[in-house]
T-cell receptor
Framework: DGGITQSPKYLFRKEGQNVTLSCEQNLNHDAMYWYRQDPGQGLRLIYYSQIVNDFQKGDIAEGYSVSREKKESFPLTVTSAQKNPTAFYLC???????????FGQGTRLTVV | RKEVEQDPGPFNVPEGATVAFNCTYSNSASQSFFWYRQDCRKEPKLLMSVYSSGNEDGRFTAQLNRASQYISLLIRDSKLSDSATYLCVVSETTDSWGKLQFGAGTQVVVTP
């Protein structure tokens, strides 16, 4: 089955630590995205990538980093510079252009 | 001003009734429009695309009004399972790149 997989589903981080969230897709999609969702809020774009080895900052990129070394993979690192990292993180992919996106099941990150 | 705006609700709807709500967008150059459904603590899932001529999928009808820059979603014969948050998504295309803008969502609660 084609799809997009995020792991882990739940993640706990101590203050001052970097953590990396995994996102893999086997849909052969060119574009991949990372969003953050806070309780009762909409989705905010962190980073996006149209093609391998290229990515762009979204609206709230500060404190985050990404890489796109393979078409299938778009990991997100939440660094210690992110002041309020507790949130629901969603990865998505699309064919690119004005097309719909498909989401992974999300990673719920909590700082302890 | 937000690029995509939605009434957050909640819209409390008796089972079997009809509910409709709109979403306004600010970028007149927006090319594609979608409705997503998001259940509590889950990822958004594509409900339907919105075409210029309007489209229907079972009990769901979507309309686009480019002149007034809004899209609408109508749900007929509401079911308890329709309770969810409905996200309006607008794709803005720049250099063939479709950047998805999400509204904050409209919450629908269907009651017995």
């Amino acid at each position: 089955d084609g799809g997009i997989t995020q792991s882990p589903k739940y993640l706990f981080r101590k203050e001052g630590q970097n953590v990396t969230l995994s996102c893999e897709q086997n849909l052969n999609h060119d574009a991949m995205y990372w969003y953050r969702q806070d309780p009762g809020q909409g989705l905010r774009l962190i980073y996006y990538s149209q093609i391998v080895n290229d990515f762009q900052k979204g609206d709230i990129a500060e404190g985050y980093s990404v890489s796109r070394e393979k078409k299938e993979s778009f990991p997100l690192t939440v660094t210690s510079a992110q002041k309020n990292p507790t949130a629901f993180y969603l990865c998505a992919s699309s064919r690119g252009g004005p097309t719909e996106a498909f989401f992974g099941q999300g990673t719920r990150l909590t700082v302890v | 001003r937000k690029e995509v705006e939605q009434d957050p609700g909640p819209f409390n709807v008796p089972e079997g009734a009809t509910v409709a709500f709109n979403c306004t967008y600010s970028n007149s150059a927006s090319q594609s429009f979608f409705w997503y459904r998001q259940d509590c603590r889950k990822e958004p899932k594509l409900l339907m695309s919105v075409y210029s001529s309007g489209n229907e999928d079972g009990r769901f009808t979507a309309q686009l009004n480019r002149a007034s820059q809004y899209i609408s979603l109508l749900i007929r014969d509401s079911k308890l399972s329709d309770s969810a948050t409905y996200l309006c998504v607008v794709s803005e295309t720049t250099d063939s790149w479709g950047k998805l803008q999400f509204g904050a969502g409209t919450q629908v609660v269907v009651t017995p």
